[in-house]
């Protein structure tokens, strides 16, 4: 068990619809990064937030935003879904903002229909 | 365009033999490599980690080499077991004050065969 806890787990959900996905970081750790994985794009960076601010964007759709709010948990809002939006989408936490030792959570898939 | 190379895609070793993954990176700024081991259904896990000053690093089973150079770095599983069976993600990244992010390789699914 990294720490790290994403919810819900599973999600399916139509097209055209919003979705929130939740995390919260290991205790103490001030950076959140969010990931999305595909099978044909592997692991890409969407955004990292550090103790509540944006800190760097990675290939995040105009459709996807995400917050870190006070209390250090993130959520990563997904609206106008496609179809290629299904995907796992993974959040990690580092205690600093460097990055190094990122610890994932399992992951929320997400199946767009 | 992608910055972390990673072969094989797929691997197989008999368990006892040693695995070999490597990457090639085209970032000169890239100053930390970390390995994440990954299983179905679960997030990447750290694995092992190196920075560039360092020409390999050793955590029981599981050794980096880094060729600074050659742009470089493997893993290498020494005694393969049938548990060591995952996909394998070498990463790289610029340790900055300011903010960060992982760049991943594509990833090698190891099978270890009793």
């Known amino acids: 068990d990294s720490g790290v806890t994403q919810t819900p787990k599973h999600l399916i959900t139509a097209t055209g619809q919003r979705v929130t996905l939740r995390c919260s970081p290991r205790?103490?750790?001030?950076?959140v990064y969010w990931y999305q994985q595909s099978l044909d794009q592997g692991l890409q960076f969407l955004i990292q937030?550090?103790?509540?601010?944006?800190?760097a964007k990675g290939n995040i759709l105009e459709r996807f935003s995400a917050q870190q709010f006070p209390d250090l948990h993130s959520e990563l809002n997904l609206s106008s879904l496609e179809l290629g939006d299904s995907a796992l989408y993974f959040c990690a936490s580092s205690v600093d903002l460097g990055g190094t030792e990122a610890f994932f959570g399992q992951g929320t898939r997400l199946t767009v229909v | 365009q992608q910055q972390v190379k990673q072969s094989p895609q797929s691997l197989i070793v008999q368990k006892g033999g040693i695995s070999i993954i490597n990457c090639a990176y085209e970032?000169?700024?890239?100053?930390?490599f970390p390995w994440y081991q990954q299983f179905p259904g679960k997030g990447p896990a750290l694995l092992i980690a190196?920075?560039?000053?360092?020409s390999e690093k050793k955590e029981g089973r599981f050794t980096i080499s880094f060729n600074k150079s050659a742009k470089q770095f493997s893993l290498h599983i020494m005694d393969s077991q049938p548990g060591d069976s995952a996909t394998y993600f070498c990463a790289a990244s610029i340790r900055s004050g300011t903010a960060s992010k992982l760049t991943f390789g594509t990833g090698t699914r190891l099978q270890v065969t009793l």
């Open positions: 205790s103490g750790d001030l950076s």
């Open positions: 937030y550090y103790n509540g601010e944006e800190r």
């Open positions: 970032n000169t700024a890239f100053d930390y």
């Open positions: 190196i920075r560039p000053d360092v």
